[in-house]
């Protein structure tokens, strides 16, 4: 089987090779953590935020949607606390000049010590049998026990440096465990630094006088600078919330793991504007709308968990993420927070306008408290992708990759195939073919044989393969196969349309 690294190499490899992800600029060797969506990518991306869309803002009767500019005035930053917070911990090795996030570096050491621990498990495991107990084995074995106090004693530490802001004993705790530089070995370190992750420009000319404005690092202040604009302009009475779909930018030192950690990535976030002192129920509300929507994609439940924060940011009284098993392992895949009402209040305090609702069942006016759902479209578009890329063994021994993505989020819907490139077949399957392309997307191939066709459709997700042949000219009838199954059946073309509708809902 396959390891992890492979696994994600190979579903690189076929997102590049059958045009959903391209590196960014590749004729210049690529700019790193940009990428750029090919032909099926841009489709499978539309279709996430379409799903996402649809039961946020179309089924939500007090939803509404927001497309905020990605510049925005300078202040914003300052109130969100953007400007002096938003930073990660950098260390620089000095001997090969290479740059790491402290808090990656001592992360990736904890994790390399669980590995280790594991590893005595599966050993153990193995020599003792099915009598094997693991609970027991863990709380007893001497060097388990001891590796594990290391463990925790460096995530101690770790917390207690950073809730100081004490860089310097972020920096001892590296010597302290010896970390080498990944690619050098070499554990000649600098002192570490905070670094603000948002991107910067210049607005307006030189001449004029120019500006610096960032570039958003989310697009969440949209939303809360637009707060009052939208609840006067829709006429919402709270609780109601604001959606919006949008590129977002982060100096991220640390992009690895493809698309899952970009530069320029985009978000689906949505902020719901409640009563303050109801926000907990809301919380645990959104928490399980969010869980729903991504089970009903089909996905197996084992792909999903939650993660509740225990440390909270200094905004929020409640945090969970929900976490995906990415080909890498489970990881923040979507945040659901409560926010308290630190935003808006942090707005009005910089704008000095009054961001306030008036509830006329209370008769009162107050600062709304917020429920945040925040997802990344290129992550879930990674969460998803992997979860549908299949390498699979057929009867016949032969092997097929597959990308059984959900019917909702196939790029193709249906491929029309004539059996051959004669006797008046390509000419039926264009008819077809016109007749159904206002309602699905679809292909039209006639290349190659068929056999091959089927893979081509399967390596990119189609949905079913409707094949023309002598009888269809006779009968009016054609062969629908299956992706999945790889089931086939013969119906008449002009029920065509309303099985394909069936198999999509
Ligand atoms: N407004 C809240 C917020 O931005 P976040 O946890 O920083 O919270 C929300 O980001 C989501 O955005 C994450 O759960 C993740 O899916 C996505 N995201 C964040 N940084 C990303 C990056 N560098 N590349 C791709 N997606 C990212």
Excluded: C
């Excluded at 604009?229 to 982060?250: D, L």
């Excluded at 009054?354 to 600062?367: A, G, I």
């Amino acid at each position: 089987m396959a390891n992890q690294e492979e696994n994600l190499q190979s579903i690189i490899a076929h997102a590049k090779e059958y045009g959903f992800i391209y590196p960014s600029s590749e004729i210049y060797d690529g700019l790193s953590a940009t990428y750029d969506y090919g032909p099926l990518g841009v489709e499978l991306k539309n279709l996430i935020k379409a799903y996402w869309w649809k039961s946020m803002v179309q089924m939500q009767e007090n939803i509404v949607g927001l497309d905020a500019a990605i510049f925005m005035h300078p202040k914003t930053w300052e109130a969100s606390g953007h400007t002096s917070a938003f930073n990660d911990p950098l260390i620089d090795n000095k001997d090969s000049k290479k740059r790491y996030r402290a808090d990656v570096l001592i992360e990736d050491w904890v994790a390399k010590q669980e590995e280790k621990n594991n590893k005595e498990v599966e050993k153990a495991r193995k020599r003792f049998g099915e009598s094997f107990d693991e609970a027991q084995f863990r709380s007893t074995n001497g060097r388990v026990l001891d590796r594990q106090k290391k463990i925790d004693e460096a995530l101690n530490k770790f917390k207690e440096a950073m809730d100081a802001e004490d860089l310097n004993a972020v920096r001892e705790l590296i010597i302290e465990l010896d970390i080498a530089d990944p690619v050098s070995g070499s554990r000649n370190w600098t002192e570490v630094r905070q670094f603000n992750l948002m991107f910067s420009t210049d607005m307006g000319s030189t001449a004029e006088g120019a500006s610096k404005v960032y570039l958003r690092p989310e697009t969440a202040q949209g939303i809360f600078v637009n707060f009052l604009n939208v609840q006067k302009t829709s006429r919402m009475k709270i609780p109601f919330g604001i959606a919006q779909i949008g590129k977002a930018f982060r100096n991220e030192i640390i992009a690895r793991q493809f698309i899952f950690r970009m530069r320029e990535f985009e978000q689906m976030e949505m902020q719901f504007f409640v009563r303050p002192g109801t926000e907990l129920e809301w919380y645990e509300q959104w928490k399980e709308e969010r869980m729903k929507w991504h089970a009903a994609l089909g996905f197996d439940d084992s792909y999903y968990r939650f993660h509740d924060h225990t440390k909270l940011a200094h905004y929020a009284n409640a945090a969970a993420d929900i976490e995906f098993k990415f080909p890498f392992g489970y990881k923040e895949l979507e945040g659901i927070h409560s926010r308290t009402d630190f935003d808006l209040k942090q707005h009005e305090q910089h704008s000095g306008k009054k961001l306030q609702y008036f509830d006329p069942e209370l008769n009162k006016s107050y600062v709304p408290y917020v429920i945040e759902t925040s997802i990344g479209l290129d992550r879930m578009f990674l969460a998803v992708f992997s979860a549908s890329y299949l390498q699979e063994k057929l009867e016949d021994g032969s092997e097929r990759v597959v990308l059984k993505l959900p019917a909702k989020l196939s790029p193709y819907q249906a491929a029309i195939l004539p059996l051959v490139k004669k006797d008046g077949l390509p000419e039926k399957a264009r008819e077809i073919f016109d007749d159904l392309k206002q309602d699905f997307m679809l292909q039209y191939d006639e290349k190659d044989s068929i056999g091959k066709r089927y893979r081509r459709q399967d390596a990119i997700g189609t949905l079913l393969s409707i094949t023309l042949d002598h009888q269809s000219l006779e009968d009016g009838s054609v062969t629908v196969r299956d992706r999945d199954s790889m089931e086939q059946e013969r119906i008449p073309i002009a029920n065509l349309k309303a099985y394909i509708s069936n198999r999509l809902h």
